[in-house]
């Protein structure tokens, strides 16, 4: 079962456009919502987190929204540059339990693979 | 100040064999975390350690473990190798463990397996 869906899956955006990403979750029990992004050849970098008693929060381009109530949250990227070209992931924090005991580490989407054309 | 290391940058195992993957948190950092990314089932936590002591686990089986030493250095083992244990394996590290903080990722072990 994917604890956290995100979409698109890949998304191509002008320069100077918006890039949206959004993401849903299930599990009440995260209470941490992070972004990560990743280039080729690289980890993934933190590039902004909320937590779910704020609805948004804004660093530079970089926005988060969040919906308590509908479980979603989403990424706003404005002015996107070839730069933001990457792969981003969404993830939360909270206990997510399996068969057998349980884990408190980021569970992460699929990615969004997030072309910026020129 | 120096990223997170993991040694070595790439791997080629056979199946049936085991593997051992280093990694070098941020100096101060006393928690190192474990993740493999794939391509189908993208990232996945593995394990946390917190001075020297397995504080959180994923849903791997028992043939992935870990342990991390008096300097905050982790490794990660993979006994009995498979095939779908080809995979990018990333370490974080933080300070304080706590998760909700900032994780520092490393650049990752690719990992395959033939």
């Known amino acids: 079962q994917q604890q956290v869906k995100q979409s698109p899956q890949s998304l191509i955006v002008q320069k100077g456009g918006i890039s949206i990403i959004n993401c849903a979750y299930e599990n009440t029990a995260f209470d941490y919502f992070p972004w990560y992004q990743q280039f080729p050849g690289k980890g993934p970098a933190l590039l902004i987190a909320i937590r779910p008693d704020v609805s948004e929060k804004k660093e530079g381009r970089f926005t988060i929204s969040f919906n308590k109530s509908a479980k979603q949250f989403s990424l706003h990227i404005m002015d996107s540059q070839p730069g933001d070209s990457a792969t981003y992931f969404c993830a939360a924090i909270g206990l997510v339990p399996y068969s057998g005991g349980g884990a408190d580490g980021l569970t992460f989407g699929k990615g969004t693979h997030l072309i910026i054309q020129p | 100040k120096a990223g997170v290391t993991q040694t070595p940058r790439y791997l080629i195992k056979t199946r049936g064999q085991q593997v051992t993957l280093s990694c070098s948190p941020i100096?101060?950092?006393?928690?190192v975390s474990w993740y493999q990314q794939t391509p189908g089932q993208g990232l996945q936590f593995l394990f946390e350690?917190?001075?020297?002591?397995?504080?959180n686990k994923g849903n791997f089986p028992g043939r992935f473990s870990g342990r991390q030493f008096s300097n905050s250095r982790s490794e990660m083992n993979v006994s009995t190798l498979e095939l779908g244990d080809s995979a990018l394996y990333l370490c974080a590290s933080s300070l304080a463990g706590t998760s909700r903080e900032k994780l520092f990722f490393g650049s990752g072990t690719q990992l395959s397996v033939l």
């Open positions: 100096s101060g950092h006393r928690s």
């Open positions: 350690y917190f001075s020297e002591t397995q504080r």
